[in-house]
T-cell receptor
Framework: DGGITQSPKYLFRKEGQNVTLSCEQN?????MYWYRQDPGQGLRLIYY???????QKGDIAEGYSVSREKKESFPLTVTSAQKNPTAFYLC????????????FGQGTRLTVV | GNSVTQMEGPVTLSEEAFLTINCTYT??????LFWYVQYPGEGLQLLLK?????DKGSNKGFEATYRKETTSFHLEKGSVQVSDSAVYFC???????????FGQGTELSVKP
């Protein structure tokens, strides 16, 4: 079955450590996105990529980094520079950026302990 | 710039009540409009979409009409069920810019 897979579902990190969240899709989509969701709030865009080897900052990119070396993969690293990293992280993909519908993974809940 | 505004929640309804969740947008160009639904602890699922003015998107009894004159895309359902309890997000996408923009979400709680 085609889809978008995020792993792990739950992640615990000690303060000061970097951590990488995985996102893989087998939908052959060009565009991929990372969003952050905090309790009772909407989705805030962290980074997005419209094509391999290219990505753009979203609204809250500080303290995060990404790479897009393969079409199917868009990992997100939460660095120690991110002041408040505890959140629910959602990855999405679409056939093209902008006007096409997005397909979402199940999310990764990151908790800093 | 492009933006989406949704009515604030939570919205609490009794089963079989009529649902409206308001969504208005600001956009340059001709956006596509979407409604997504999120069940607890999960990612978002596309509920319905409309790609041009006067289009009506529909799915699972939910409907929304793309109104260019009022820049709105309100979500409606004639008779809600307990299983419709979730958070609903309105979103827009434009070809230029390459990203989807979401509203803040509206939590719906349906009581038996």
């Amino acid at each position: 079955d085609g889809g978008i897979t995020q792993s792990p579902k739950y992640l615990f990190r000690k303060e000061g450590q970097n951590v990488t969240l995985s996102c893989e899709q087998n939908l052959n989509h060009d565009a991929m996105y990372w969003y952050r969701q905090d309790p009772g709030q909407g989705l805030r865009l962290i980074y997005y990529s419209q094509i391999v080897n290219d990505f753009q900052k979203g609204d809250i990119a500080e303290g995060y980094s990404v790479s897009r070396e393969k079409k199917e993969s868009f990992p997100l690293t939460v660095t120690s520079a991110q002041k408040n990293p505890t959140a629910f992280y959602l990855c999405a993909s679409s056939i093209q950026g902008g006007s096409a519908e997005a397909f979402f993974g199940q999310g990764t809940r990151l908790t800093v302990v | 710039g492009n933006s989406v505004t949704q009515m604030e929640g939570p919205v609490t309804l009794s089963e079989e009540a009529f649902l409206t969740i308001n969504c208005t947008y600001t956009a340059t160009g001709y956006p596509s409009l979407f409604w997504y639904v999120q069940y607890p602890g999960e990612g978002l699922q596309l509920l319905l979409k409309a790609t041009k003015a006067d289009d009506k998107g529909s799915n699972k009894g939910f409907e929304a009409t793309y109104r260019k004159e009022t820049t709105s895309f309100h979500l409606e359902k004639g008779s809600v069920q307990v299983s419709d309890s979730a958070v609903y997000f309105c979103a827009l996408g434009v070809n230029q810019g390459g990203k989807l923009i979401f509203g803040q979400g509206t939590e719906l709680s349906v009581k038996p």
